[in-house]
């Protein structure tokens, strides 16, 4: 199983982007996805959440501006991020709580970080 996002960039303040990851592999079924991120010299937060059933939350710092969405049939995560100030600066990754084929075993995935800088 893989995890591979894309999007983020470089965008000014007030700007938006948008991020995305998919899920690969002999997955049997997906349950909660989210994205993270981590700013230099700081621990790796939740940004955002949503579970199986579409239900979400987020930080308090992005709510109202950031936007997570999922796409079940593409086992699809997006982010979409308006507004952004330069505290939004950070590497974002994405997670999903997969159980895989065949063992069923069930642990939560990482997908590589992609960059999101903000300037002001």
């Known amino acids: 199983v893989q995890l591979q996002a894309s999007g983020g960039g470089l965008v000014q303040a007030g700007g938006s982007l948008s991020l995305s990851c998919a899920a690969s592999g002999s997955i049997f079924s997906i349950n909660t996805m989210g994205w993270y991120r981590q700013a230099p010299g700081k621990e790796r937060e939740l940004v955002a959440q949503?579970?199986?059933?579409?239900?979400?939350n987020y930080v308090d710092s992005v709510k109202g501006r950031f936007t997570i969405s999922r796409d079940n049939n593409k086992n699809t995560v997006y982010l979409q991020m308006n507004k952004l100030i330069p505290e939004d600066t950070a590497v974002y990754y994405c997670s999903a709580d997969i159980t895989v084929q065949y063992s069923y075993s069930r642990r939560t995935y990482w997908g590589q970080g992609t960059q999101v800088t903000v300037s002001s």
């Open positions: 949503i579970s199986g059933g579409a239900s979400t």
